[in-house]
T-cell receptor, first 112, second 115 residues
Framework: EAAVTQSPRNKVTVTGGNVTLSCRQT?????MYWYRQDTGHGLRLIHY???????QIGDVPDGYKATRTTQEDFFLLLELASPSQTSLYFC???????????FGPGTRLTVL | GDSVTQTEGPVTVSESESLIINCTYS????????LFWYVRYPGEGLQLLLK?????QKGSSRGFEATYNKETTSFHLQKASVQESDSAVYYC????????????FGKGTQLIIQP
């Protein structure tokens, strides 16, 4: 079964701060995704990637950058964090079969 | 675009009672989407509960089941007898296999099981 890990699990920062969320998957999946989950909105796709060096824009990309450095590692960057980015962030990976995705445990980010 | 609508929570059910969480979808860009139910237990990430990739088929797992109904564009989740351990948030999702393997999620339904 795919293993997806995220770090940190919890993060508190201030408005205007710099934050990097990390995700690693160890099942050789090509596809990786970053979501945010907010009450009343379900999961919304921020960015995703087909492989190392590739980046695709999701549905709610404003204020976020992402980078896929290797097949295993996918990072989400918030360069000027705002309180509206306070959320629960999930990373996921997929091997491309039937669109089934495997999720990490989530990172709770609070921007004060 | 594609969308998923599911029962608004929280839904409270007594232990051993039956459960249904409704899910309907609109797939404007996909002729035959794959359909999923994911579950998120407190403090954990989402886990796949069940999936169905063929219209008319039923998926089942851990006592839950859902049937892919293309005519009514529905994929309702049912369980005959819930347990306290079923308390979680349930997400219905539609999968786009013709593009980037993207998933479109419903808003999630929090299920609370009363002992």
């Amino acid at each position: 079964e795919a293993a997806v890990t995220q770090s940190p699990r919890n993060k508190v920062t201030v408005t205007g701060g710099n934050v990097t969320l990390s995700c690693r998957q160890t099942n050789s999946h090509n596809y990786m995704y970053w979501y945010r989950q907010d009450t009343g909105h379900g999961l919304r796709l921020i960015h995703y990637s087909y492989g190392a060096g590739n980046l695709q824009i999701g549905d709610v990309p404003d204020g976020y950058k992402a980078t896929r450095t290797t097949q295993e590692d996918f990072f989400l960057l918030l360069e000027l964090a705002s309180p509206s980015q306070t959320s629960l962030y999930f990373c996921a990976s997929s091997g491309g079969f039937y669109a089934e995705q495997f999720f990490g445990p989530g990172t709770r980010l609070t921007v004060l | 675009g594609d969308s998923v609508t599911q029962t608004e929570g929280p839904v409270t059910v007594s232990e051993s009672e039956s459960l249904i969480i409704n899910c309907t979808y609109s797939a404007t860009s996909i002729a035959y989407p794959n359909l999923f139910w994911y579950v998120r237990y407190p403090g954990e990430g989402l886990q796949l509960l069940l999936k169905v990739i063929t219209a008319g088929q039923k998926g089942s797992s851990r006592g839950f089941e859902a049937t892919y109904n293309k005519e009514t564009t529905s994929f309702h989740l049912q369980k005959a007898s819930v347990q306290e351990s079923d308390s979680a948030v349930y997400y219905c999702a539609l999968g786009d296999t013709e593009g980037a393997d993207r998933l479109t999620f419903g808003k999630g339904t929090q299920l609370i099981i009363q002992p």
